[in-house]
């Protein structure tokens, strides 16, 4: 096909589906049930879950010899949401009393059968739409979109990442479960992911670090129904909270994951069970939530010494543990983990002990914007010896900017110049800059495992700074300050 009609094709395509998520949009929006995105995306995920999942039968049931429906006929999408004379109250008793409950009790002691999969994404499902007329409207929205097509589910794809980002906004203090795309993608990118490595996001949320890592391993290849479903396999994900693991499965169907395998259940108590040699895995790419505190039961599980409640540092406690030889790690953490003293210094002795800590990226501020402004760093080690140095690589906003917001976030161009230096997967020809600096792990002993160390081209730029230089400098932070002020405020009175 010419690139030109393949183009319009998708342009078509997204402008047709785009309407269709519209129209969902705003009927969901008439409805007195649903109270914002935070109750609408989830009736709306987990409705294209079904339809997808009817669709994958369909495909099942016509090359398999030996198909058996996991879903009995009667509660199979293609049979009560295509029946249009089910509306109103029939409807809601139908799906809020059978259907869900129907849903949420499958399960199979057999490995790879699709209904324990249907069991877990259902579990604490509820339907919050409270008109069945209202409900029909939006299956009969729902049932434009071809899930038997690559082109659909292509675009679909995209409009529910930007869905996607629109939650997370809504969630508040919830959103520790989205990470930045330009984040994901480079930290996929500087991993150098290979086929038939074991990959795993033991807090993935809606699933974009194990997204962007299949998207990574299929770019330009083509792979045969085995190698394909080897690659579902070998990509794993842990959540316990329930509305990001809807979320993400939904996500991974749609970027053609047909068999996703996450987990839902707490994560630090899982990896806690599984510490055997064969449960370890090559690549962990993961944004563990901090800020929080891990309930006394799981904190108590761990070692002497490293039991405190503070979930970033279990959480690389654990993913320490969790690598194999070789294996290597892409791990986001907050500025306080860094400098932590007490049992955070003794699990950085341990995570150095034992691994090679051979980067560690810091980013500027407001990077996680609007769900919170501490700053973050991206560490990245590999279980290959101890660690002889760690070098630094200071990310800065651009020119006139002092962070980033929600309305301005950061770029995947503005990791440009630190994939460049990163010296690619042998990380050789490393040098030197006004942004990259390397310490010697002497040093770090020293310093205690403080890894907070700053930039010293900024304290010896700082120095030579003539006084106006520096005020207008405070000046131009100040006026940032106040524009993002502005933003805030605008935001509360549009949602107000």
């Not at 799906?95 to 249907?118: A, C, H, I, M, Q």
């Not at 040093?443 to 900024?458: F, G, K, Q, R, S």
Request: charge should be negative; charged fraction near 30%.
């Amino acid at each position: 096909m010419a690139p030109a009609k393949k183009k319009t094709e998708d342009t078509s395509s997204r402008a047709r589906l785009g309407s269709v998520i519209k129209s969902a949009r705003d009927i969901m929006r008439k409805d007195a049930g649903l109270n914002g995105d935070l109750d609408r995306l989830p009736l709306l995920s987990w409705l294209l879950f079904l339809r997808a999942f009817d669709a994958l039968e369909k495909q099942r049931e016509a090359y398999e010899d030996d198909f058996r429906p996991a879903i009995d006929p009667e509660f199979q999408w293609s049979t009560w949401a295509n029946d249009e004379n089910i509306t109103g109250d029939e409807l809601l008793e139908f799906v809020n009393g059978e259907l869900l409950p129907y849903l949420s009790d499958l399960k199979s002691s057999d490995p790879g059968d699709p209904r324990n999969v249907l069991g877990q994404v259902f579990q604490g499902v509820q339907n919050r739409i409270a008109s069945g007329y209202l409900l029909r409207d939006l299956l009969n929205q729902i049932k434009k979109i071809d899930f038997t097509s690559s082109d659909d589910i292509h675009t679909m794809a995209y409009l529910y990442e930007s869905l996607l980002k629109e939650v997370r906004d809504a969630a508040g203090d919830s959103g520790e479960f989205y990470t930045p795309r330009a984040v994901i993608r480079f930290m996929v990118e500087q991993t150098f992911l290979e086929l038939d490595e074991k990959i795993l996001d033991p807090a993935c949320g809606t699933g974009g670090f194990l997204v962007e890592a299949y998207t990574e391993l299929t770019n330009g290849r083509k792979l045969g129904i085995l190698q394909q479903e080897k690659l579902w396999r070998d990509l794993r994900g842990i959540e316990k909270k329930p509305l990001p693991y809807l979320l993400c499965m939904m996500n991974l169907i749609l970027h053609g994951i047909t068999e996703p395998k996450i987990l839902h259940t707490n994560a630090l108590r899982h990896m806690l069970n599984e510490s055997g040699p064969s449960d370890r895995v090559d690549v962990i790419l993961t944004n563990p939530p901090f800020g929080g505190e891990e309930e006394d039961s799981i904190a108590k599980a761990f070692p002497k010494g490293y039991q405190t409640r503070e979930t970033a540092w279990l959480f690389l406690h654990e993913v320490i543990k969790k690598l194999k030889p070789d294996g290597r790690c892409a791990i986001v953490l907050p500025n306080g983990a860094l400098f932590g003293e007490g049992i955070g210094a003794k699990i950085k002795k341990k995570l150095m002990d034992e691994c090679n800590l051979h980067t560690i990226v810091r980013l500027p501020q407001g990077v996680f914007a609007p769900y919170t402004q501490i700053p973050a760093n991206l560490l990245f080690f590999d279980k290959t010896g101890t660690t002889k140095e760690t070098w630094f690589y200071q990310i800065d906003p651009p020119e006139g900017r002092k962070g980033y917001a929600k309305t301005r976030p950061m770029r995947y161009e503005e990791f440009a110049e630190c994939a460049e230096w990163w010296g690619g997967k042998e990380r050789a020809n490393r040098e030197k800059t006004q942004r990259a600096w390397c310490v010697p792990i002497a040093d770090i002993i020293a310093n205690d495992y403080n890894l907070n160390l700053t930039n010293p081209a900024d304290e010896d730029d700082l120095a030579h700074h003539p006084p106006a230089e520096l005020l207008a400098d405070l000046i131009a932070t100040e006026n940032e300050i106040l524009s993002i002020l502005r933003e805030l405020k605008d935001d509360l009175e549009a949602h107000g």
